[in-house]
């Protein structure tokens, strides 16, 4: 091999190690905030679930649990059904987390709008969910499976 072929080499292999791991996010628990008298899991202002982080509202991979989602924004931009779309980060498994869920467009716990909910994610690690408002993407919240 000549002396070309092996810098060539070296330069390729150091080139897909930086690559492959600049392709995986380091997706993060979004924020825990306060509103009303709960502690919520999302963007504050935006969208949550109340979640405190504590054994009962912890993730467990196929464990169903309640979840009440609270929304923020204008009348126009919180008609419609809500609809949960989780993607795990390792895998990119995405699954269909909640479908046709109306929202109530009043106010509760300092939110605009909000509407209960059974959710489990199947697979430990963490997960995006996209939350869709009338099929428009209003937000997401990352959480941890444990």
């Not at 072929?5 to 993060?28: A, K, M, N, R």
């Not at 994610?121 to 937000?139: N, Q």
Request: glycine content about 8%; charged content about 25%; overall charge negative.
């Amino acid at each position: 091999m000549s002396k070309f072929s092996i810098q060539l080499f070296i330069l390729l292999t150091i080139l897909t190690v930086l690559l492959s791991g600049c392709s995986e996010d380091e997706w993060t628990e979004s924020d825990i905030f306060v509103s009303g008298s709960f502690k919520m899991l999302g963007e504050e202002g935006q969208l949550g679930f109340i979640y405190d982080g504590g054994e009962i509202t912890k993730f467990y991979p196929n464990k169903v649990n309640k979840y009440m989602w609270h929304f923020w924004g204008s009348e126009e931009d919180l008609e419609g059904d809500l609809k949960v779309v989780g993607t795990h980060n390792e895998s990119e498994i995405e699954i269909n987390v909640l479908e046709d869920l109306p929202l109530i467009v009043m106010e509760l716990n300092g939110a605009d709008a909000s509407t209960p909910s059974l959710m489990s994610l199947p697979k430990s690690g963490m997960w995006k969910l996209d939350a869709f408002v009338d099929d428009r993407l209003h937000g997401s919240v990352y959480v941890k499976v444990h």
